[in-house]
């Protein structure tokens, strides 16, 4: 059974960081592609990075020079860096797997997703 687990979130200021991590059970993450998704409330769930096998990643622009994705193929896990927040990063965080080679910001691309954490960053 695959299971995507998410850890890292919390309440934070702005200005603060948080990293992120996903840990991949029941699958072998150098087969996939990784991502990260965010959703706000009352909002859409929309990309936010993304990180392929041979550690191609890609980012929304919103978060470009400000997030980091990394990913340990021996660990399973993926981390997700998040320097210089603001509170419009505000909202659960979702590590997803995807079987294609490149990473997309399109969910339907992304087989298997975690629960979520939640991040909130004040003002």
């Known amino acids: 059974q695959v299971q995507l687990a998410e850890s890292g979130g919390g309440l934070v200021q702005a200005g603060e960081s948080l990293r992120l991590s996903c840990v991949a059970s029941?699958?072998?993450?150098?087969?996939?592609?990784m991502a990260w998704f965010r959703q706000a409330p009352g909002k859409e769930r929309e990309f936010v990075s993304g990180?392929?096998?041979?550690?191609?990643?890609i980012y929304a622009d919103s978060v470009k020079g400000r997030f980091a994705i990394v990913r340990d193929n021996a660990r399973s896990t993926v981390y997700l860096q998040m320097n210089s927040l603001k509170p419009e990063d505000t909202g659960v965080y979702y590590c997803?797997?995807?079987?294609?080679?490149?990473?997309?910001?399109?969910?339907?691309?992304?087989?298997?997703w975690g629960q979520g954490t939640q991040v909130t960053v004040s003002s």
């Open positions: 990180v392929s096998w041979r550690d191609e990643a």
């Open positions: 029941g699958l072998s993450v150098r087969g996939y592609h």
């Open positions: 997803a797997a995807g079987p294609t080679g490149l990473p997309t910001p399109r969910i339907s691309d992304y087989r298997y």
